[in-house]
């Protein structure tokens, strides 16, 4: 894949001069090196926000849930009534 954006990142220069001096350390590009460290964060990031974890009780209690018939509430009853369009 070609890489079309950009980044523009502004840095004092000991904090520069210390990511380039990793970068050569790991025999990469500067560019590639604090691509690869975003991306890493950025990962590590959205795995702590956007995982949910439950207890075994909690997880038997969401399975039985999803196991039960669905009934729509009074408000959802009226709402599709009405024909709202909930996308």
Do not use: C, H
């Not at 691509?35 to 209690?61: F, G, I, N, Q, Y």
């Not at 009934?71 to 369009?85: F, S, T, V, Y």
């Amino acid at each position: 894949m070609t890489a079309t954006a950009r980044l523009d990142l502004r840095l004092n220069p000991t904090d520069k001069d210390r990511i380039a001096r990793a970068a050569v350390l790991r025999g990469v590009l500067l560019s590639a090196f604090v691509r690869d460290a975003a991306l890493r964060e950025a990962e590590s990031v959205m795995a702590a926000e956007l995982t949910v974890t439950l207890s075994p009780a909690e997880s038997r209690r969401f399975l039985a849930a999803l196991d039960k018939p669905f009934k729509p509430n009074n408000k959802l009853k009226k709402a599709m009534e009405r024909g709202l369009d909930w996308r």
